[in-house]
């Protein structure tokens, strides 16, 4: 917190309320192009998708999905801006953490099925993503 002085006759107080983070994810690796079967993108959206997402989708999404974060958005070259609302409780560490979390387990997400296993295959990435996100269709109520 910081205060500020107007002269001799105002005291200001400022907070920080929004903060901002370059999530460099995109190191050349092939996989952020994957495409994710519809399965996996209708238990992300929390509805019947009948088309795939990219991998890259999958993760801004499930960014979308950590309770500080207002934006995650896409940029060229394998980064996300990512806007996050904070407060005196807010815990960078902590949002780090679970940052670092929703990373590790997209990139776990296999692509596709095997042809000899699909519905067990299916059920293991749907089980998998379910574990990482919400399903967006959830909303917060506007503070």
Not at 26 to 33: A, F, K, P, R
Not at 69 to 83: L, N, P, T
Request: overall charge negative.
């Amino acid at each position: 917190m910081v205060k500020l002085v107007g002269g001799n006759v105002v005291n200001h107080e400022t907070q920080e309320i929004t903060r901002e983070y370059r999530l460099n994810f995109n190191n050349d690796e092939g996989i952020w192009d994957d495409p994710i079967p519809p399965e996996i993108t209708s238990s992300v959206l929390g509805r019947t998708a009948t088309c795939s997402i990219s991998r890259t989708s999958l993760l801004a999404w499930s960014l979308m999905n950590i309770p500080q974060v207002e934006v995650a958005d896409v940029e060229c070259g394998g980064w996300i801006k990512i806007v996050i609302k904070t407060g005196a409780a807010f815990d960078e560490d902590a949002f780090k953490r679970e940052v670092t979390e929703v990373l590790t387990g997209v990139t776990r997400v296999r692509s596709g099925r095997k042809p000899s296993e699909p519905a067990r295959d299916c059920a293991r990435l749907t089980a998998t993503v379910a574990s990482l996100v919400r399903p967006v269709t959830q909303t917060q109520a506007p503070s």
